[in-house]
């Protein structure tokens, strides 16, 4: 928001109104959500609100801090990846959390990114506090929940409303695109106070300049989480009949979440050669390793409800001027055929393969430079970050 449109702005002794960033998960930590916060969190800065994030210590330190000014940050129960994920690991940043809300001397607004038990608490706090807050629903928690075989109907019915819940009782909730949005809209029904920002990357790390990887050969590169609705397996499914042909070729894995230990398995069990599964990476070696790859890969599990969703994985690779593969229907593949972003496939091994095969020959691969300048157009986080700034901030005073 501008600085000249805060009339109604509650202010302090400095004159400027002060928000507080509730996150799981915040750089220097290599997931989507922390960039997207971070982001948040620099524009509101740049806005002219003091920020403070509530955040939990990161699981390495490496030379990628944080750019925010103000982090305040607390131990957390990691999984063996280095994920704040599962319920233990949530509680043990949520209870903690409501404390650190309810005891902080200033708070004009509150920004909650999920899981839902955290806009739970966020919720909570705020109405004690008497501050809105604004929920940042980068996608949907109890679709994803759903998706999983073996949780309880109890649990699942228990997520869908607190996450509704907390969804109608928010002053705002930011949505990443027009398919979140309206599967918030299914759920919840139809509201003024969600808000479509938009999703992008940080084109200033992600750039097609820079040093490349030293890797030898050429490469593909999967940089993301792999779990039940991403489907990654397709990839293995189809690099298995690339390699036949392209002994040379390999895939590369930057990857956590809870289907890597399964698709690591199953390398090791077809004994497919070229396959490998690399440490999580700051940004900056990932946007290296993008700049030298044929192609990045990008896919959704067809069939479980999540073909809204539009991977950022897609935005770092463009945004290096590296053509995507993608594999499966909706948002995603939409937009890679609409925007000559690369190669859009059906979620099938040998329609893939076919992908892959097209891009170590080259043949029909967009310009570096035209990716690049789709995605400064059109997915800027910083961009995004910006409309985002301008909602959280139209909340206080009101």
Request: glycine content about 10%.
């Amino acid at each position: 928001m501008a600085r000249g449109s805060s009339r109604s702005v509650r202010r302090h002794g400095d004159g400027r109104p002060h928000v507080v960033v509730a996150t799981r998960v915040f750089t220097p930590d290599p997931v989507a959500a922390a960039f997207r916060q971070e982001a948040l969190v620099l524009a509101l800065e740049e806005a002219g609100a003091e920020v403070t994030v509530l955040t939990t210590k990161p699981y390495q330190r490496g030379p990628e801090a944080s750019r925010a000014r103000r982090v305040s940050r607390f131990p957390v129960k990691r999984d063996n990846q280095g994920q704040v994920r599962g319920y233990a690991s949530y509680m043990s940043f949520d209870v903690p959390l409501a404390l650190r809300l309810l005891l902080r001397r200033r708070v004009d607004a509150i920004v909650a990114e999920p899981p839902p038990t955290t806009g739970m608490v966020t919720l909570v706090a705020s109405a004690i506090r008497r501050v809105p807050y604004t929920f940042y629903a980068a996608d949907v928690w109890s679709d994803a929940t759903d998706s999983v075989d073996g949780v309880p109907a109890p649990v699942r019915a228990a997520v869908r409303w607190m996450e509704t819940t907390v969804w109608k009782r928010a002053a705002r909730v930011l949505t990443i695109s027009p398919g979140v949005q309206h599967r918030l809209e299914e759920l919840a029904g139809r509201r003024t106070s969600f808000r479509m920002i938009g999703n992008g990357i940080d084109t200033e790390t992600f750039t097609p300049d820079g040093p490349a990887s030293a890797e030898q050969g050429p490469y593909f590169v999967y940089a993301g989480t792999v779990s039940e609705w991403q489907g990654a397996e397709v990839f293995l499914d189809a690099f298995e009949q690339v390699h036949r042909e392209h002994p040379e070729a390999r895939l590369l894995f930057f990857s956590e979440g809870s289907g890597r230990d399964a698709l690591e398995a199953a390398v090791r069990e077809r004994g497919i050669g070229g396959i490998e599964f690399r440490d999580k990476i700051p940004p900056s070696q990932v946007a290296a390793h993008l700049r030298g790859a044929v192609a990045g890969l990008s896919s959704i599990t067809p069939g479980q409800g999540y073909e809204f969703a539009l991977p950022t994985k897609i935005y770092a690779a463009t945004a290096c001027g590296t053509p995507v593969i993608h594999a499966g229907e909706g948002a995603a593949h939409t937009r890679i055929r609409e925007n000559s972003l690369g190669w859009a496939c059906e979620y099938d091994a040998v329609e893939v393969a076919a992908a892959m095969r097209a891009a170590l020959a080259g043949g029909g691969a967009p310009r570096r430079e035209d990716l690049r300048a789709w995605t400064l157009e059109n997915a800027s986080l910083a961009g995004c970050a910006a409309k985002g700034a301008t909602e959280v901030l139209a909340t206080i005073g009101r």
